[in-house]
Protein backbone atom coordinates (compact mmCIF):
# COMPACT_ATOMS: atom_id res chain seq x y z
CA UNK A 1 0.00 0.00 0.00
CA UNK A 2 3.07 2.50 0.93
CA UNK A 3 4.40 1.39 -2.31
CA UNK A 4 1.09 2.47 -4.37
CA UNK A 5 1.20 5.58 -2.19
CA UNK A 6 4.72 6.55 -3.11
CA UNK A 7 3.90 5.89 -6.94
CA UNK A 8 1.19 7.94 -6.60
CA UNK A 9 2.95 10.89 -4.93
CA UNK A 10 5.91 10.28 -8.05
CA UNK A 11 3.79 10.28 -10.54
CA UNK A 12 1.52 13.58 -9.21
CA UNK A 13 4.55 15.68 -8.89
CA UNK A 14 6.08 14.65 -12.08
CA UNK A 15 2.82 15.46 -13.84
CA UNK A 16 3.26 18.89 -12.27
CA UNK A 17 6.48 19.71 -13.15
CA UNK A 18 5.54 18.74 -16.45
CA UNK A 19 2.57 20.61 -16.71
CA UNK A 20 3.44 24.12 -14.65
CA UNK A 21 5.93 25.58 -17.75
CA UNK A 22 3.57 25.52 -20.31
CA UNK A 23 0.69 26.96 -18.15
CA UNK A 24 2.95 29.71 -16.48
CA UNK A 25 3.64 30.86 -20.25
CA UNK A 26 0.20 30.98 -21.19
CA UNK A 27 0.16 33.08 -18.46
CA UNK A 28 3.22 35.91 -19.36
CA UNK A 29 1.89 36.13 -22.95
CA UNK A 30 0.93 39.19 -24.03
CA UNK A 31 -2.61 40.90 -23.99
CA UNK A 32 -4.13 41.29 -26.83
CA UNK A 33 -5.11 44.70 -28.47
CA UNK A 34 -8.70 45.27 -28.36
CA UNK A 35 -10.10 45.99 -31.71
CA UNK A 36 -13.36 45.34 -33.10
CA UNK A 37 -13.18 45.97 -36.86
CA UNK A 38 -10.66 46.66 -38.95
CA UNK A 39 -9.91 48.43 -42.26
CA UNK A 40 -7.58 46.99 -44.92
CA UNK A 41 -5.46 49.86 -46.95
CA UNK A 42 -4.66 48.48 -50.52
CA UNK A 43 -1.37 47.61 -50.85
CA UNK A 44 1.32 49.68 -51.36
CA UNK A 45 4.38 48.82 -53.74
CA UNK A 46 5.98 52.40 -54.52
CA UNK A 47 9.47 50.65 -54.00
CA UNK A 48 8.54 47.19 -55.70
CA UNK A 49 7.14 46.97 -59.27
CA UNK A 50 4.40 44.36 -58.53
CA UNK A 51 1.85 43.58 -61.23
CA UNK A 52 -1.61 44.86 -60.39
CA UNK A 53 -2.92 41.08 -60.67
CA UNK A 54 -0.68 40.60 -57.79
CA UNK A 55 -1.90 43.62 -55.96
CA UNK A 56 -5.80 43.19 -56.44
CA UNK A 57 -4.65 38.96 -55.21
CA UNK A 58 -3.28 40.34 -52.45
CA UNK A 59 -5.50 43.23 -50.99
CA UNK A 60 -8.27 40.52 -52.25
CA UNK A 61 -7.46 37.82 -50.66
CA UNK A 62 -6.29 39.56 -47.25
CA UNK A 63 -9.88 40.74 -46.34
CA UNK A 64 -11.43 37.04 -47.55
CA UNK A 65 -8.83 35.72 -45.15
CA UNK A 66 -8.99 38.36 -41.99
CA UNK A 67 -13.38 37.90 -42.43
CA UNK A 68 -12.22 33.57 -42.38
CA UNK A 69 -9.95 33.82 -39.18
CA UNK A 70 -9.11 37.33 -38.66
CA UNK A 71 -11.50 36.92 -35.17
CA UNK A 72 -12.94 41.07 -36.02
CA UNK A 73 -16.85 41.71 -36.03
CA UNK A 74 -16.15 44.12 -39.23
CA UNK A 75 -13.57 43.95 -41.43
CA UNK A 76 -14.11 46.96 -44.04
CA UNK A 77 -12.73 47.71 -47.32
CA UNK A 78 -10.27 50.57 -48.52
CA UNK A 79 -12.61 53.72 -48.90
CA UNK A 80 -15.31 52.39 -47.46
CA UNK A 81 -17.26 55.04 -45.52
CA UNK A 82 -19.19 52.77 -43.09
CA UNK A 83 -15.76 52.70 -41.08
CA UNK A 84 -15.56 56.34 -39.65
CA UNK A 85 -19.02 55.51 -37.80
CA UNK A 86 -16.82 51.60 -36.34
CA UNK A 87 -15.79 51.68 -32.95
CA UNK A 88 -12.35 49.95 -31.93
CA UNK A 89 -11.29 50.12 -35.47
CA UNK A 90 -8.02 49.57 -36.69
CA UNK A 91 -6.03 49.98 -39.90
CA UNK A 92 -4.01 48.17 -41.82
CA UNK A 93 -1.19 49.35 -43.69
CA UNK A 94 0.75 46.94 -46.20
CA UNK A 95 3.93 48.03 -47.87
CA UNK A 96 5.40 45.71 -50.45
CA UNK A 97 9.38 45.12 -49.25
CA UNK A 98 10.28 42.06 -51.33
CA UNK A 99 8.75 40.59 -54.50
CA UNK A 100 10.65 37.68 -56.89
CA UNK A 101 8.54 36.30 -59.56
CA UNK A 102 9.29 32.70 -60.14
CA UNK A 103 8.01 30.49 -62.29
CA UNK A 104 5.27 27.80 -62.64
CA UNK A 105 6.98 26.34 -65.43
CA UNK A 106 10.43 26.09 -63.82
CA UNK A 107 9.11 24.10 -60.54
CA UNK A 108 6.68 21.96 -62.32
CA UNK A 109 9.67 20.87 -64.54
CA UNK A 110 12.61 21.10 -61.46
CA UNK A 111 10.30 21.06 -58.59
CA UNK A 112 12.96 22.65 -56.66
CA UNK A 113 13.66 26.08 -57.89
CA UNK A 114 11.50 29.01 -59.34
CA UNK A 115 10.00 29.59 -56.12
CA UNK A 116 7.70 32.52 -56.25
CA UNK A 117 8.07 34.73 -52.76
CA UNK A 118 6.72 37.81 -51.43
CA UNK A 119 7.66 39.87 -48.47
CA UNK A 120 4.80 42.84 -47.12
CA UNK A 121 5.52 44.87 -44.17
CA UNK A 122 2.22 45.04 -42.68
CA UNK A 123 1.63 48.05 -39.60
CA UNK A 124 -1.48 47.86 -37.73
CA UNK A 125 -2.33 51.33 -36.60
CA UNK A 126 -5.41 53.20 -34.40
CA UNK A 127 -7.45 55.68 -36.47
CA UNK A 128 -5.49 58.40 -35.15
CA UNK A 129 -2.44 56.85 -36.68
CA UNK A 130 -0.61 55.51 -33.85
CA UNK A 131 1.31 52.45 -34.53
CA UNK A 132 0.01 49.22 -32.84
CA UNK A 133 1.75 46.28 -33.66
CA UNK A 134 4.28 45.96 -36.90
CA UNK A 135 5.23 42.54 -38.59
CA UNK A 136 6.82 41.74 -41.60
CA UNK A 137 4.60 38.78 -43.26
CA UNK A 138 6.27 36.52 -46.35
CA UNK A 139 4.01 34.49 -48.70
CA UNK A 140 5.76 31.61 -50.51
CA UNK A 141 4.52 28.96 -53.23
CA UNK A 142 7.65 26.29 -53.30
CA UNK A 143 6.57 23.31 -55.51
CA UNK A 144 2.71 23.36 -56.97
CA UNK A 145 0.60 26.14 -58.13
CA UNK A 146 0.59 29.44 -59.62
CA UNK A 147 2.37 32.55 -58.83
CA UNK A 148 -0.37 33.94 -57.64
CA UNK A 149 -0.47 31.30 -55.07
CA UNK A 150 1.59 33.45 -52.86
CA UNK A 151 -1.00 35.64 -52.68
CA UNK A 152 -2.57 33.14 -50.54
CA UNK A 153 -0.20 32.18 -48.28
CA UNK A 154 0.74 35.69 -47.84
CA UNK A 155 -2.74 36.58 -46.08
CA UNK A 156 -3.16 33.25 -44.49
CA UNK A 157 -0.24 34.30 -42.45
CA UNK A 158 -1.16 37.79 -42.12
CA UNK A 159 -4.53 36.84 -40.66
CA UNK A 160 -2.96 34.18 -38.14
CA UNK A 161 -0.87 37.67 -36.86
CA UNK A 162 -4.23 39.87 -36.72
CA UNK A 163 -5.75 36.95 -34.74
CA UNK A 164 -3.12 35.92 -32.61
CA UNK A 165 -2.78 39.90 -31.84
CA UNK A 166 -6.57 41.11 -31.69
CA UNK A 167 -9.52 40.50 -29.82
CA UNK A 168 -12.88 42.25 -29.68
CA UNK A 169 -13.15 44.30 -26.50
CA UNK A 170 -15.74 42.18 -24.40
CA UNK A 171 -13.68 38.81 -24.97
CA UNK A 172 -10.05 37.72 -23.89
CA UNK A 173 -8.51 34.20 -25.17
CA UNK B 1 -19.91 64.51 -118.00
CA UNK B 2 -20.62 66.74 -114.96
CA UNK B 3 -24.11 64.43 -113.78
CA UNK B 4 -21.35 61.28 -113.91
CA UNK B 5 -18.60 62.82 -111.86
CA UNK B 6 -21.25 63.64 -109.59
CA UNK B 7 -23.04 60.71 -109.36
CA UNK B 8 -19.43 58.88 -109.35
CA UNK B 9 -18.75 61.20 -106.12
CA UNK B 10 -22.13 60.74 -104.39
CA UNK B 11 -21.48 57.03 -104.72
CA UNK B 12 -18.03 56.83 -103.24
CA UNK B 13 -19.14 60.12 -100.50
CA UNK B 14 -22.28 57.26 -99.53
CA UNK B 15 -19.94 54.01 -99.40
CA UNK B 16 -17.74 55.94 -97.30
CA UNK B 17 -20.26 56.67 -94.94
CA UNK B 18 -21.75 53.41 -94.70
CA UNK B 19 -17.79 52.18 -94.14
CA UNK B 20 -17.53 54.78 -91.06
CA UNK B 21 -20.97 54.00 -89.49
CA UNK B 22 -20.66 50.14 -89.65
CA UNK B 23 -17.02 50.62 -88.03
CA UNK B 24 -18.89 53.10 -85.47
CA UNK B 25 -21.42 50.48 -84.56
CA UNK B 26 -18.77 47.46 -84.49
CA UNK B 27 -17.17 49.85 -81.32
CA UNK B 28 -20.26 50.35 -79.77
CA UNK B 29 -21.31 46.81 -79.66
CA UNK B 30 -18.03 44.95 -79.42
CA UNK B 31 -18.77 40.74 -79.39
CA UNK B 32 -18.70 39.03 -76.00
CA UNK B 33 -15.02 37.82 -74.91
CA UNK B 34 -14.48 34.18 -73.08
CA UNK B 35 -12.74 35.20 -69.76
CA UNK B 36 -11.68 33.29 -66.72
CA UNK B 37 -12.62 35.25 -63.70
CA UNK B 38 -9.93 34.46 -61.59
CA UNK B 39 -11.17 36.38 -58.27
CA UNK B 40 -12.30 39.55 -56.73
CA UNK B 41 -15.90 39.71 -58.57
CA UNK B 42 -18.67 40.31 -55.92
CA UNK B 43 -20.76 37.19 -55.70
CA UNK B 44 -18.58 35.41 -58.51
CA UNK B 45 -16.84 31.95 -57.68
CA UNK B 46 -13.29 32.15 -58.14
CA UNK B 47 -12.10 30.52 -61.37
CA UNK B 48 -15.73 30.93 -63.16
CA UNK B 49 -15.92 31.03 -67.10
CA UNK B 50 -18.06 32.69 -69.00
CA UNK B 51 -18.01 36.17 -71.21
CA UNK B 52 -16.84 39.97 -70.23
CA UNK B 53 -19.21 42.58 -72.62
CA UNK B 54 -19.16 46.57 -72.29
CA UNK B 55 -22.66 47.65 -73.39
CA UNK B 56 -24.15 50.72 -72.20
CA UNK B 57 -22.09 51.69 -68.97
CA UNK B 58 -21.76 48.31 -67.49
CA UNK B 59 -19.25 45.81 -67.95
CA UNK B 60 -20.94 42.23 -68.08
CA UNK B 61 -19.56 38.98 -67.00
CA UNK B 62 -22.30 36.55 -67.76
CA UNK B 63 -21.86 33.13 -66.38
CA UNK B 64 -23.79 30.41 -65.65
CA UNK B 65 -27.06 32.00 -66.95
CA UNK B 66 -26.34 35.00 -64.54
CA UNK B 67 -24.58 38.46 -65.23
CA UNK B 68 -22.41 40.20 -62.78
CA UNK B 69 -22.34 43.93 -63.53
CA UNK B 70 -19.61 46.66 -62.94
CA UNK B 71 -20.45 49.95 -63.43
CA UNK B 72 -17.63 51.23 -66.11
CA UNK B 73 -17.64 55.23 -63.87
CA UNK B 74 -17.14 53.19 -60.56
CA UNK B 75 -13.68 51.76 -62.47
CA UNK B 76 -10.60 53.32 -61.17
CA UNK B 77 -8.02 51.82 -63.30
CA UNK B 78 -7.85 48.85 -65.59
CA UNK B 79 -4.57 47.44 -66.35
CA UNK B 80 -4.06 44.21 -69.26
CA UNK B 81 -1.47 42.01 -68.61
CA UNK B 82 0.28 38.95 -70.64
CA UNK B 83 0.53 35.21 -69.09
CA UNK B 84 0.67 32.08 -70.18
CA UNK B 85 -0.96 29.00 -68.17
CA UNK B 86 -0.55 25.18 -69.00
CA UNK B 87 -1.51 24.04 -72.06
CA UNK B 88 -2.70 20.45 -70.97
CA UNK B 89 -5.91 20.15 -68.31
CA UNK B 90 -5.75 19.43 -64.88
CA UNK B 91 -6.58 15.75 -65.70
CA UNK B 92 -3.85 14.98 -68.03
CA UNK B 93 -1.82 16.83 -65.70
CA UNK B 94 -2.51 14.56 -62.92
CA UNK B 95 -2.31 11.14 -65.13
CA UNK B 96 1.36 12.39 -66.25
CA UNK B 97 2.62 12.02 -62.85
CA UNK B 98 2.27 7.79 -62.97
CA UNK B 99 4.26 8.44 -66.20
CA UNK B 100 7.86 6.35 -65.87
CA UNK B 101 11.33 8.38 -65.03
CA UNK B 102 9.02 11.51 -63.94
CA UNK B 103 8.93 11.86 -67.98
CA UNK B 104 5.50 13.84 -67.69
CA UNK B 105 7.26 17.00 -66.37
CA UNK B 106 7.59 17.14 -69.76
CA UNK B 107 4.12 17.95 -70.49
CA UNK B 108 4.97 21.29 -68.36
CA UNK B 109 6.91 22.94 -71.07
CA UNK B 110 4.05 23.10 -73.21
CA UNK B 111 2.55 26.36 -72.15
CA UNK B 112 -0.33 28.40 -74.03
CA UNK B 113 0.04 32.45 -73.90
CA UNK B 114 -3.36 34.13 -71.77
CA UNK B 115 -3.91 37.59 -71.67
CA UNK B 116 -4.89 39.45 -67.85
CA UNK B 117 -7.27 41.77 -67.52
CA UNK B 118 -6.93 43.76 -63.64
CA UNK B 119 -9.74 46.26 -62.56
CA UNK B 120 -10.56 48.13 -59.21
CA UNK B 121 -13.31 50.19 -58.80
CA UNK B 122 -15.72 51.44 -56.05
CA UNK B 123 -19.21 49.95 -54.76
CA UNK B 124 -21.52 52.68 -53.65
CA UNK B 125 -19.94 52.95 -50.14
CA UNK B 126 -17.09 53.87 -51.64
CA UNK B 127 -15.14 50.66 -50.84
CA UNK B 128 -12.34 49.20 -53.18
CA UNK B 129 -12.66 46.02 -55.03
CA UNK B 130 -10.40 44.35 -57.18
CA UNK B 131 -11.45 41.59 -60.16
CA UNK B 132 -8.74 39.47 -62.05
CA UNK B 133 -9.93 38.09 -65.25
CA UNK B 134 -7.50 36.11 -68.12
CA UNK B 135 -8.89 35.87 -71.61
CA UNK B 136 -7.05 34.55 -74.80
CA UNK B 137 -4.63 36.52 -76.38
CA UNK B 138 -5.69 39.82 -77.51
CA UNK B 139 -9.07 40.06 -76.12
CA UNK B 140 -7.98 42.00 -72.78
CA UNK B 141 -6.45 45.14 -74.94
CA UNK B 142 -9.77 45.43 -76.58
CA UNK B 143 -12.13 44.93 -73.61
CA UNK B 144 -9.35 47.92 -71.82
CA UNK B 145 -10.04 50.45 -74.90
CA UNK B 146 -13.85 49.74 -74.42
CA UNK B 147 -14.03 50.37 -70.87
CA UNK B 148 -11.77 53.28 -71.19
CA UNK B 149 -13.98 55.23 -74.16
CA UNK B 150 -17.23 54.95 -72.11
CA UNK B 151 -15.40 56.29 -69.04
CA UNK B 152 -13.00 53.80 -66.89
CA UNK B 153 -9.49 55.29 -65.61
CA UNK B 154 -6.49 53.79 -66.44
CA UNK B 155 -2.89 54.51 -64.70
CA UNK B 156 -1.19 52.47 -67.10
CA UNK B 157 0.35 53.98 -70.50
CA UNK B 158 -1.55 52.45 -73.45
CA UNK B 159 1.53 51.55 -75.00
CA UNK B 160 2.21 49.33 -72.58
CA UNK B 161 0.66 45.66 -72.98
CA UNK B 162 2.11 44.24 -70.44
CA UNK B 163 2.90 44.87 -66.41
CA UNK B 164 6.84 44.92 -66.15
CA UNK B 165 8.00 42.49 -64.17
CA UNK B 166 11.04 43.54 -61.35
CA UNK B 167 14.55 44.33 -63.36
CA UNK B 168 16.35 41.13 -60.83
CA UNK B 169 13.97 38.62 -62.41
CA UNK B 170 13.79 37.57 -66.08
CA UNK B 171 10.30 38.65 -67.36
CA UNK B 172 8.36 35.43 -66.41
CA UNK B 173 5.14 36.01 -66.64
CA UNK B 174 3.22 33.01 -65.53
CA UNK B 175 0.92 34.11 -62.74
CA UNK B 176 -2.08 31.37 -62.64
CA UNK B 177 -3.08 28.82 -64.39
Same mark, same amino acid.
Given at each position: ????????????????????????????????????????????????????????????????????????????????? &? %??? %?? +??????????????????? &????????????????????????????? +????????????????? +????????? %???????????? | ????????????????????????????????????? /????? @????????????? @??? /????????????????????????????????????????????? @????? /??????????????????? /???????????????????????????????????????????? @??????
Amino acid at each position: MNHLQKVIFWLSVSTLVFTAPPLSAEDNRPAKIKAAAIQVEMIQSDEIQLPAEFQIALYENLIRQLEKQGGFEHVYRDGDR &R %AAS %AS +DLVILHSTVHGFKAGSERT &RKVTTVAGATSITIHCQFTSPDGQSLLNR +DVSGKVRFFGGNLRATY +DFAKKAAHV %AHENFAPPDRRS | MIRRSTAILSAVALAFAGFVISSANSQQSPQPVKAVQ /LMGLS @GVKDNAKGTLKVE @GNQ /LHFVHAKESSDVSVTSIEDVVTGADTQAAVGKTISTISIAAPYES @GRFLA /LFRTKIDTLTLRYRDGEGA /LHGAIFTMGAGGAEAIKKDLVAHGAHTTAAEEHRTTPAPPSNPP @GKEQRQ
